[in-house]
């Protein structure tokens, strides 16, 4: 007997697949049309889905719950072993080598229990010094983890950064990498030395606008080239869309990029839109790779009066505009806004970590300036006879 070619074979394996894909692409259009008359028992199960992933939802709240209910009680324990420590050191019931004790007693009791060896036990100690005074912040400190803790109070030498990281990260709620990534990246230092350059009719329109938005964003983890375009930073946002929404901050939300404007008989694209859901507004960035220029800002009036004319729904409030620049003169922005009718700002980006020696050191010299500033407004005492 002869063989059938294999070229038939192949040709009619290869039929029977597109002819398979083809009635599986059309069932799955019928099916997204709820149209399909050959999966009764799938339809039958649809309505039970959603009930299926109320449940899901509930795990997962039930879970993190829980998550949270043992960091807080864990931070609870370390801050009452570290009160208890303090006072023994204090009033010298104890010397330094009873914590030494003490550790060792603990891990001959409790060997399954770790983190209480005696650079532990003293860092609880320090833990409840540093906040045991303070109501305000005390609070948050049971909102973050512990590591997102030691992290905070190993690196950060004033109360003013420890209180900023704490509120900032508690809002933002970051993690211990992006924490630390702020942290390398001088959130502080920046949010001090350079507040937010924002525009009269913006901070009357959006009063809390000057805690959502920052004077410079760090834009380390798009690995940009030293000379790029403006197509390539916004490919590398949007590309980056979830690092660049942290670095933003909390609610934003992401509408488009090269949003289309119709104004007229032409069309405008607007580099990138955003939706901040506690301003209730929508926020449009223009991109600069260049050094700011006052007529960037023009431009952004026109991008807001469009959005606000056409896009924007009656119950949101006033659009707001932010210029991403690669760098900016203080004075020239200042000048800039001084007139501007818009409720916008302008920001610096930056691709690689800065300095932060020299942050470090304009901090000191601004504290150094405030603190003769501080001494002047303070009322006098006047001495009792």
Known sequence: MKRKPVQNNTRSTAATIRHRRKTLTTGERIIHAGKSRTTGATNSKAPHE???????????QARHQAYQAVNTGLIE???QVGRY?????????????VVDELAKYIETHERELKGFTRASLFRMRQFYEVYGSDAKVAPLVRQLSWSHNLLILGRCKRREEREFYLQTACRERWGRRELQRQMDGCLFERAILNPPKASAALTQLHPEADTIFKDAYLLDFLALPEVHSESNLQYALTAGLKRFLI????????????????????????????????????????????????????????????LDRDVRKPHERPSIGVLLCATKDNEVVEYALSRSLSPALIAEYQTALPDKGLLQRKLHEFYQLALPRAEKAAPKQTRRS
């Open 50 to 60: 959603t009930a299926f992933r109320e449940i899901i939802a509930l795990i997962q």
């Open 77 to 79: 324990l370390y801050w």
């Open 85 to 97: 420590i303090s006072r023994k050191l204090k009033t010298a019931a104890w010397g330094e080598g």
């Open 247 to 306: 670095e933003l901050g909390r609610d934003f939300a992401f509408v488009g990029e090269q949003y289309l404007l119709q104004v007229g008989g032409t069309d405008f694209r607007l580099d990138l839109l955003f939706y901040h859901r506690s301003l209730q507004c929508l926020v449009a960035f223009d991109l600069k790779v260049t050094r700011f220029e006052p007529e960037h800002l023009g431009k952004m009036d026109f991008y807001l009066e469009a």
